[in-house]
Each structure stands twice: as C-alpha cells, then as structure tokens.
C-alpha cells in the first residue's frame, strides 16, 4: 500500500491510498469467505462453496465492493500510521479506482491537528502571591485565634464590621428569630451586611434580595435587637498557653510563621504552573479547530453529567441550583473548551519547538502512575492500553507533561510588587523568610 499527502486549506490534507492487487486479494478472499456463510448454494453446507462458484454466481465486481467496504477503514487507519497523521475529525473518502481488475485507490480529505505559533515562548514573566512570611501574616493569623476566644460586649453604637448582632429575619414565608450574624461575614442573605452596617437596636430593616438559584427577589425583613463588639484577648504567655500546644506567644508566632511558609510556598508554586500555562496560552493568536473544540465541550460535559449522576442529581437541576440558563451553560463551557485546547495545541508546540521526546521510562513510569490510580496492576493496565492502541496517548500525556516542566523552569518568576522570586524560596525544604525583597 502506497499513501501520498498534499497539504490543503487551512489544517486539512488530502491522504491519497494505492492498494495493490496482492494485498487487496486478502480482502478479496475474506469477503468470500463472509458471503459463502451468507449464500445459500445447493449442494453445499453454508461456508463451504468455493471461490469459483460463488464468483461465477454472484459477480467478481459484487465481491470486490464488499471487500471493499469491509477493508476501507482498515487502509485508511494504516494509511494514517504510515503518514504519520493526526486526524481530529472523520474523513471525507472519494473512491478514485475500484474496477474490476487493478490496484484499489481513494483519496481522504481529512482536519489534523495543527501546530500553532507560540512566539516569544522563551521571555514569558508570571506573576504569583509572595512566599515571603511577613510580621503582618503571622499577626493576622494570631487575630484569627484570638477572635475564637473573644468575649462579646454589648455596645450603643451603629454595628458595623465584625460586629455581632442579634436579628429577627423575616424571608417570604420563612422565619428566623433571635438568630446570631456577624456583620461582614456575607453568610445568609445577598445585601444584608450593606443593610446591617450602620444600624442600631430597633432599627427595622426591609429590601428584596434574590437567592442563589432564584428566579425572583424575596421581601426581606430584618429587626435589630441587639449590637455586639467582639473583645480579643491580649496575646500574652497566659493566653497563648491556654490557646495552644505552646507556652508562649514568641513560640506560637514561630510555629506560625513556619506553617505560613509551608502554605505560600505551596501556593506560589502552585500559581507558578497555572500562570505559566496561562501565559503560553495567551501566546496563541490562531483560530482552534471546531472538531477540537467540540470533543472537549462534550467531554466536560460527559464529565459534569456523570459527577452528578453520583450526586443524585442532573445537569438540569444543576443548572436551576445555579441560576444558570442553558445558554449561558454552553457559552461557559464552550469558552472554557476553547482555552483548554489552546492549551494543549501550545504545550504540543513547544515541546516540538524544543524538541522534547519522553523516554520508555517516563511512558512506564506513567503507566505505573495510572495503574495506581485506577487500582490494577501496571502490566495488566499496559497490555490493555497496548491493545485498544492507546500507548501513542499516555506517550503524548507525558510529552505535554515534560513540556510545561520544562515551560515552568524557564519563566520569569515575580511577585505582586514585581520583585524577582527566586525558584529555591519555593522549595518545601527552604527557610522561612521573613520580609519581602528590598527594592
């Protein structure tokens, strides 16, 4: 079998096939074979009529259009192989020679996967939260345990943020009474700490608000009963004591201070691999293929379905608990497809661009990864993949894998301010630091 390639419009190409005489006569002959089970011939068991006769009773030409049929999928996947294709979408076959005697040959117009432009993939500068621990991280988190242990004292002033107030709260046909709020917290109803900031005990309150996953505003009524402040305790030796496995608020801030430097450097690494991806994203100025756009749309799709299938639930109550219309659902998601292929059509370019190949012991080490997760063995997981010929995707997973570690290692790293991190900060094992960069 010979197969040629001519590049067309946009990311399309025209695979010609050639199947010569030989290999088309396999296909000849188990189309023959199939249809001595199918004709009835007197004087022979179904299957056992020869070639001849049934040649001689049907017509080569039948016989050869059967073959045909039953052998095109398999030319044109091998043909694909051989041409080193990546098909996004179904062909469009034109059969160019099918007589009766003679080679076989089609042509197949068909989409692959483009290869996008990423210029100046080499310069891209992200932005992630400092890692550095400052005094006022750690005071902030000393308040937050301290507000755990306040005491409320009742106040005659207008409540305002962080205050407790005592209301009756009045919703449709709902009631709620001597219910405990604190202002600020923005944990029961939509416009109510607006409505809250400023009042005083008997003040009445009314105004419509309109649920998450409601289709209409609800009266709401609010009486204020009662105006707390909340009373910290002073961050002594006693307190933090009492507090805390430590005997001491210079020991209590310094567990802090280490377990704050744990949680930023997690997450400035973090965000340094989703801005880095990002980054390249925005690099991609070409149109993506629809037939890619709309595998990923059904894939999420298919993926949300069946999330809350284990739920309970279905996309349609989904979508009335989120107040989402359908239409505003497919434009999110289509969106959101979008950039997902951008993604991995610039993670595919750049590793091409760097020319970067996993080896046979990143594909295994991959296989084992996924033998782990679905709880099979890795030889059993491998020799299935093998079979349904899915080893050419985990290998392309892993490249794209490769491509974004190598993308994350050569960004320019800054934070919020613009000072330069310094990728070693980020490191679990690294030192707490306890100030920013100077300028």
Do not use: C
């Given at each position: 079998?010979?197969?040629?390639?001519?590049?067309?419009?946009?990311?399309?190409?025209?695979?010609?096939?050639?199947?010569?005489?030989?290999?088309?006569?396999k296909?000849l002959?188990?189309?023959?074979?199939?249809?001595?089970?199918?004709?009835?011939?007197?004087?022979?068991?179904?299957?056992?009529?020869?070639?001849?006769?049934?040649?001689?009773?049907?017509?080569k030409?039948?016989?050869?259009?059967?073959?045909?049929?039953?052998?095109?999928?398999?030319?044109?996947?091998?043909?694909?192989?051989?041409?080193?294709?990546?098909?996004?979408?179904?062909?469009?076959?034109?059969?160019?020679?099918?007589?009766?005697?003679?080679?076989?040959?089609?042509?197949?117009?068909?989409?692959?996967?483009?290869?996008?432009?990423?210029?100046?993939?080499?310069?891209?500068?992200?932005?992630?939260?400092?890692?550095?621990?400052?005094?006022?991280?750690?005071?902030?988190?000393?308040?937050?345990?301290?507000?755990?242990?306040?005491?409320?004292?009742?106040?005659?002033?207008?409540?305002?943020?962080?205050?407790?107030?005592?209301?009756?709260?009045?919703?449709?046909?709902?009631?709620?009474?001597?219910?405990?709020y604190?202002?600020?917290?923005?944990s029961?109803?939509?416009g109510?700490?607006?409505?809250?900031?400023?009042?005083?005990?008997?003040?009445?309150?009314?105004?419509?608000?309109?649920?998450?996953?409601?289709?209409?505003?609800?009266?709401?009524?609010?009486?204020?009963?009662?105006?707390?402040?909340?009373?910290?305790?002073?961050?002594?030796?006693?307190?933090?004591?009492?507090?805390?496995?430590?005997?001491?608020?210079?020991?209590?801030?310094?567990?802090?201070?280490?377990?704050?430097?744990?949680?930023?450097?997690?997450?400035?690494?973090?965000?340094?691999?989703?801005?880095?991806?990002?980054?390249?994203?925005?690099?991609?100025?070409?149109?993506?293929?629809?037939?890619?756009?709309?595998?990923?749309?059904?894939?999420?799709?298919?993926?949300?379905?069946?999330?809350?299938?284990?739920?309970?639930?279905?996309?349609?109550?989904?979508?009335?608990?989120?107040?989402?219309?359908?239409?505003?659902?497919?434009?999110?998601?289509?969106?959101?497809?979008?950039?997902?292929?951008?993604?991995?059509?610039?993670?595919?370019?750049?590793?091409?661009?760097?020319?970067?190949?996993?080896?046979?012991?990143?594909?295994?080490?991959?296989?084992?990864?996924?033998?782990?997760?679905?709880?099979?063995?890795p030889?059993?997981?491998?020799?299935?993949?093998?079979?349904q010929?899915?080893?050419p995707?985990?290998?392309?997973?892993?490249?794209?894998?490769?491509?974004?570690?190598?993308?994350?290692?050569?960004?320019?790293?800054?934070?919020?301010?613009?000072?330069?991190?310094?990728?070693?900060?980020?490191?679990?094992?690294?030192?707490?630091?306890?100030?920013?960069?100077?300028?």
């Open positions: 079998m010979k197969a040629t390639v001519e590049p067309l419009e946009g990311n399309k190409v025209k695979l010609s096939v050639e199947v010569d005489d030989s290999e088309f006569e296909a002959d188990a189309a023959f074979r199939k249809m001595a089970h199918e004709v009835r011939i007197p004087g022979f068991r179904p299957g056992k009529a020869p070639r001849k006769l049934l040649e001689a009773r049907l017509g030409d039948t016989a050869r259009q059967e073959a045909l049929r039953e052998a095109l999928p398999d030319y044109y996947a091998q043909a694909v192989k051989d041409a080193d294709l990546d098909p996004i979408a179904p062909p469009e076959i034109d059969i160019t020679s099918e007589g009766a005697e003679g080679p076989i040959a089609f042509d197949a117009v068909v989409e692959v996967r483009p290869l996008v432009a990423i210029p100046g993939y080499g310069g891209l500068q992200v932005t992630v939260p400092s890692p550095h621990v400052t005094d006022e991280d750690v005071d902030r988190q000393i308040d937050r345990m301290r507000e755990r242990d306040a005491d409320l004292r009742p106040v005659e002033r207008a409540a305002r943020s962080g205050d407790v107030v005592t209301i009756d709260l009045t919703a449709g046909d709902s009631d709620l009474a001597d219910t405990s604190e202002v600020g917290s923005e029961l109803v939509p109510l700490d607006e409505q809250l900031a400023g009042a005083k005990v008997g003040d009445i309150l009314q105004f419509d608000a309109t649920a998450q996953g409601a289709e209409e505003p609800t009266s709401i009524r609010v009486l204020v009963k009662d105006v707390k402040e909340k009373v910290l305790p002073e961050p002594t030796d006693e307190w933090a004591a009492e507090a805390s496995e430590f005997e001491t608020v210079a020991e209590l801030r310094e567990d802090t201070r280490k377990r704050l430097a744990t949680v930023k450097r997690l997450q400035a690494s973090l965000a340094m691999r989703d801005e880095s991806l990002k980054a390249l994203v925005q690099l991609v100025e070409d149109d993506v293929p629809k037939p890619l756009v709309d595998q990923e749309v059904e894939r999420r799709a298919r993926d949300l379905s069946h999330r809350l299938e284990h739920q309970g639930a279905s996309i349609v109550q989904y979508l009335h608990a989120t107040g989402t219309t359908e239409e505003q659902f497919v434009g999110q998601l289509t969106a959101d497809a979008v950039e997902a292929v951008k993604a991995d059509l610039a993670l595919r370019a750049l590793a091409e661009a760097e020319q970067i190949e996993p080896t046979e012991e990143d594909v295994d080490e991959e296989v084992a990864r996924l033998a782990q997760r679905f709880e099979v063995k030889d059993k997981l491998r020799k299935d993949l093998e079979r010929e899915a080893i995707t985990v290998r392309s997973d892993v490249k794209k894998a490769k491509a974004l570690e190598w993308l994350v290692q050569h960004v320019e790293v800054v934070d919020e301010e613009g000072h330069p991190i310094d990728r070693a900060d980020l490191s679990p094992e690294a030192e707490p630091l306890e100030q920013e960069p100077a300028e």
